[in-house]
């Protein structure tokens, strides 16, 4: 009995340690290390007529798009923007995609998500294809990639999708979630129904 107790204190103090360790560590991020994604705003929004942005990418049904500020981020979060708007939208016309892009760069703004993209996109629960292990961990490409690359770099370019400037949510059409108490449905786009907080 006594060489039990002689482990147990030992063993509880590693594992004290152990814990404070792992807490220490999962609190590093980027914000620790002095990285802040890099943000230009330009003068002016200049609304794009719908012919225009037409000729080059998007349907004819495209909603109204207009240009605001070119974001600047690292290749990790470029990466987890690029993933997420994929993964979440890649059927999608390229308003939709970049509509996911940009909500998931308002949460960015909003902060209640996380302070970059990645903790935004793996926060828990809040985009559907982070919680399959097939597809956090898929090689992508294939159909639907190169509009989707296409999409994020018109978003960071500066493209946007007017009236989602508090575009906070968003769910597929065949999805009926009671989001009414703390959201409002501000847009429709292919598929997805995009909401702003109250």
């Not at 914000?31 to 003068?43: A, D, K």
């Not at 993933?83 to 960015?108: D, L």
């Not at 400037?165 to 009414?180: I, K, L, Q, S």
């Not at 959201?183 to 995009?194: C, D, L």
Request: with cysteine; charged share 25%; aromatic share 12%.
């Amino acid at each position: 009995m006594i060489i039990k107790r002689v482990f147990l204190a030992p063993m509880f103090l590693l594992l004290l340690w152990a814990s404070f360790l792992a807490l220490f560590v999962s609190s590093l991020d980027d914000s620790t290390l002095g990285y802040q994604p890099e943000v230009f705003q330009v003068e002016t929004s200049i609304e794009i007529p719908k012919t225009e942005l037409n000729k080059t990418r998007g349907s004819n049904k495209s909603p109204e798009l207009l240009v605001a500020e070119a974001i600047l981020i690292s290749d990790r979060e470029k990466t987890c923007l690029i993933r997420n708007v994929f993964f979440e939208a890649g059927s999608e016309p390229h308003e939709g995609k970049i509509a996911v892009a940009q909500v998931t760069w308002n949460r960015v703004k909003d902060g209640r998500w996380g302070k970059d993209i990645c903790q935004v996109v793996y926060a828990p629960g809040q985009f559907s294809w982070t919680v399959e292990a097939d597809k956090r961990n898929r090689k992508i490409g294939g159909p639907g990639w190169e509009p989707t690359l296409e999409a994020v770099e018109d978003f960071l370019g500066g493209v946007r999708v007017v009236r989602l400037e508090r575009g906070m949510f968003f769910h597929a059409t065949h999805v009926r979630p009671n989001w009414n108490k703390f959201a409002e449905k501000v847009r429709e786009i292919g598929n997805h129904i995009f909401y702003a907080l109250k």
